[in-house]
């Protein structure tokens, strides 16, 4: 098992609108092959850092779902609303 973290700044005023293509881009990473559970955070001090913790059978399940055409048309959509590129970190238990 891993653990996915994507760091996300949501840019200012699209907030909203940030929250509605993020939870549709969860949404259809539950129904894919390998993904076991993903939770969302928001920074308790900057309401537009957001986090999404995700938890995957193994790095391969997690290289599919980041390089299928689904996923890259919905960050298409999603990133015009980022201040910056995502940032992901994979983890693995010490």
């Given at each position: 098992?891993i ?6 700044e ?22 894919t092959?390998?993904f076991?559970?993903?939770h ?14 995700s ?7 997690w ?10 048309d ?12 995502e ?8």
């Amino acid at each position: 098992m891993i653990y996915v973290l994507i760091e996300r700044e949501v840019a200012e005023d699209l907030e909203s609108t940030y929250e509605e293509a993020a939870r549709q881009l969860l949404t259809n990473a539950y129904k894919t092959t390998g993904f076991v559970d993903g939770h969302t955070y928001t920074e308790k001090n900057n309401p537009r850092r957001r986090f999404t913790l995700s938890k995957w059978k193994s790095v391969l399940h997690w290289q599919q779902w980041y390089d299928s055409e689904e996923r890259r048309d919905q960050m298409a959509q999603l990133a015009p609303m980022l201040a910056q590129d995502e940032r992901i970190t994979i983890l693995e238990r010490a």
